[in-house]
């Protein structure tokens, strides 16, 4: 590819402008999406006294819809204003479908947050003695349709959407030697640190920007981001940040440009806030912007366990688990609810830490799908990990930092000794990277024998410079997140609308003649309808569509994303849970998903 010249201050002021014109176009569409819901609360609550469900539903598909269509015109636009600079291949529509998760998400937490701010207003006005009339008129004022608010959410959801999309489209460049630079602007508003990140040299597109990061207490972090808006960074990085990535050549002229000229202000006295930045943040993470492990604040191991401990406590109070609790039989009751296995006072501060961030994802999980949440921490002396029935069980021997993982096992970190190839083939197949559904004959030497070995980026076999501090903190939390999902899905296959129903068994007991009498009687068991559900949809998935895949695509599966997901139904349904949720598309059933739509996701409350 010819060499240009790149203005890199033209290049973000470029950026600015177009960031400027998205944010403001989005603004005015959730401003009147907003001003349209507020009218409608006001009608329902002054006739009906109750916001019900359905008015969050129809909230929620409008702002889907809303998102949806600014994602879009932000990708559309950013592919432009690229192909001014040179030329990039055709736009895959596959970019815009691996941002739909985070659209999901974000749309999630408006709804949910916009519920909290209208149910916080009705009940304030009835503390104030409020009749329905004036509660109407009060939640009319509620913040939670404010402009103000319509241009917060328009800000944050267009700057993190441009951000990725110029990443997307920068891998598309046909660079020979691709490279990117920090840019942000050079103004009084610019957090102190970003503007120390222009000073420093471009690096690889593949490699992350090492930012560091002032904490609480005036301390300093590492946070590592793949570009500038990189959730990763955690809030302190991402909210209200104006920094964007210019991406280029190793060749190209790239200069420095002169700055916007502006009219000379009045002196003022500066303002110096210190940066805070409160502990609730610390370690953020969420389902659509999971943490890394590189990116981790190592936390106290004892405040922690109290943490957990506490949380549990809380968990285990549920009303949903007494169902399992009063089964007769006794099968389905596990000693370790509300409990926290004295093992964990074994962990590392960062094993400590890597589990606080997988329960807090758990929990989100809980919340979305409408089941209780994680009731205990147990121990585990056969498997990695079990789960039951709300009791998450750990097998210390593989939870460390990465050590035990089925990566490092062929890579001796204490003397950075990288394996041959030759050995790597014959006992881990790097191939089986290459898995995808539907396409890959199914076999133990073509498939992972589970979903988890498909955080392995295939790349770091073959480059031995990748494998360092930072992959194997990646890899293993990211290990540890595959596996905690595989076993929330046995969770949630258990408690997913759970019901109670009676049955007949028979008791034995002896006479006082010493005989024995039989007596029937009803008692009333969970009623745990998705189990059966399943064994009945993959039964029949097995036997037909299975059976025609096999025979027509050279023994290829479109149900099995692992070797392990074959076992049985619920191993199905747990690995094909974890491989969704970890964004693993290519290995996930189509069928699974319509299951879990048509099962699950539809019947949501």
Same mark, same amino acid.
């Given at each position: 590819?010819? *060499?240009? *010249?790149?203005?890199?201050?033209?290049?973000?002021?470029?950026?600015?402008?177009?960031?400027? +014109?998205?944010?403001?176009?989005?603004?005015?569409?959730?401003?009147?999406? @907003?001003?349209?819901? *507020?009218?409608?609360? !006001?009608?329902?609550?002054?006739?009906?006294?109750?916001?019900?469900?359905?008015?969050?539903?129809?909230?929620?598909?409008?702002?889907?819809?809303? @998102?949806? *269509?600014?994602?879009? /015109?932000?990708?559309?636009?950013?592919?432009?204003?690229? /192909?001014?600079?040179?030329?990039?291949?055709?736009?895959?529509?596959?970019?815009?479908?691996?941002? =739909?998760?985070?659209?999901?998400?974000? !749309?999630?937490?408006?709804? /949910?947050?916009?519920?909290?701010?209208?149910?916080?207003?009705?009940?304030?006005?009835?503390?104030?003695?409020?009749?329905?009339?004036?509660?109407?008129?009060?939640?009319?004022?509620?913040?939670?349709?404010?402009? /103000?608010?319509?241009?917060?959410?328009?800000?944050?959801?267009?700057?993190?959407?441009?951000?990725?999309?110029? =990443?997307?489209?920068? +891998?598309?460049?046909?660079? +020979? +030697?691709?490279?990117?630079?920090?840019?942000?602007?050079?103004?009084?508003?610019?957090?102190?640190?970003?503007?120390?990140?222009?000073?420093?040299?471009?690096?690889?597109?593949?490699?992350? @920007?090492?930012?560091?990061?002032?904490?609480?207490?005036?301390?300093?972090?590492?946070?590592?981001?793949?570009?500038?808006?990189?959730?990763?960074?955690?809030?302190?990085?991402?909210i209200q940040c104006r920094c964007f990535t210019l991406y280029y050549d190793q060749d190209d002229d790239v200069i420095e440009g002169a700055t916007t000229a502006k009219k000379p202000r009045k002196p003022r006295k500066p303002k110096v806030k210190p940066v805070v930045i409160s502990p609730a943040k610390i370690n953020e993470t969420s389902l659509a912007k999971p943490i890394q492990g590189s990116a981790l604040q190592i936390e106290s191991g004892a405040k922690v366990r109290k943490e957990l401990k506490e949380r549990i406590e809380k968990n285990n109070a549920d009303p949903r688990y007494k169902i399992f609790r009063d089964d007769p039989q006794g099968r389905k009751v596990n000693k370790g609810s509300g409990k926290v296995t004295l093992t964990l006072s074994k962990y590392t501060d960062r094993e400590l830490t890597e589990l606080k961030i997988v329960m807090n994802e758990l929990d989100e999980l809980s919340d979305f799908y409408k089941i209780p949440k994680i009731s205990g921490l147990g121990g585990e002396s056969n498997y990695t990990a079990s789960m039951g029935y709300g009791v998450l069980n750990i097998n210390k021997k593989y939870y460390d930092a990465g050590k035990q993982s089925g990566f490092t096992k062929y890579w001796n970190p204490k003397e950075n000794q990288f394996v041959s190839k030759d050995w790597l083939n014959k006992h881990k197949n790097v191939k089986l990277a290459d898995y995808k559904i539907g396409q890959t004959p199914y076999s133990k030497a073509t498939v992972f024998h589970g979903v988890n070995d498909y955080t392995v980026n295939k790349k770091i076999f073959s480059n031995p410079s990748l494998i360092n501090e930072k992959a194997i903190q990646d890899l293993s939390l990211a290990q540890k997140r595959a596996v905690a999902y595989h076993e929330f899905a046995h969770h949630l296959h258990n408690s997913f609308k759970a019901g109670t129903k009676k049955i007949s068994r028979t008791r034995f007991s002896r006479t006082p003649t010493g005989g024995v009498e039989r007596n029937l009687e009803e008692i009333v068991v969970p009623d745990m309808q998705l189990r059966g559900k399943l064994r009945k949809e993959l039964t029949e998935l097995r036997r037909t569509v299975e059976l025609e895949s096999r025979r027509e695509n050279n023994g290829a599966s479109v149900l099995f994303p692992s070797y392990y997901s074959s076992t049985n139904e619920f191993e199905w349904f747990a690995e094909n849970f974890s491989a969704y949720h970890m964004g693993f598309k290519d290995v996930t059933s189509p069928y699974f998903v319509k299951f879990l739509k048509k099962e699950v996701l539809s019947k949501i409350d």
């Open positions: 590819m010819a *060499k240009i *010249k790149i203005d890199r201050r033209k290049y973000y002021r470029e950026s600015l402008r177009l960031y400027a +014109k998205l944010s403001g176009n989005f603004t005015r569409t959730l401003d009147k999406l @907003f001003i349209s819901q *507020k009218k409608l609360a !006001v009608r329902r609550y002054a006739k009906y006294e109750i916001i019900g469900d359905s008015f969050y539903f129809g909230l929620a598909t409008k702002l889907h819809k809303a @998102f949806d *269509k600014n994602a879009k /015109q932000v990708f559309e636009n950013s592919k432009q204003m690229t /192909q001014r600079m040179r030329e990039i291949k055709a736009t895959d529509k596959e970019d815009l479908e691996l941002y =739909n998760p985070v659209i999901a998400e974000n !749309v999630t937490q408006v709804t /949910q947050t916009t519920k909290i701010m209208i149910e916080r207003s009705i009940v304030s006005s009835l503390n104030d003695g409020l009749g329905t009339e004036d509660t109407a008129k009060r939640l009319a004022e509620s913040s939670a349709f404010s402009r /103000q608010r319509s241009r917060v959410i328009a800000r944050t959801e267009t700057h993190q959407a441009m951000n990725y999309a110029n =990443n997307t489209i920068a +891998k598309r460049m046909n660079l +020979k +030697k691709p490279v990117k630079k920090w840019a942000s602007a050079l103004d009084e508003r610019t957090r102190g640190w970003h503007r120390d990140m222009n000073s420093k040299p471009a690096i690889g597109i593949d490699e992350m @920007f090492m930012v560091l990061t002032p904490t609480a207490g005036g301390a300093i972090t590492e946070r590592f981001m793949s570009y500038t808006g990189d959730p990763a960074g955690g809030a302190s990085n991402v």
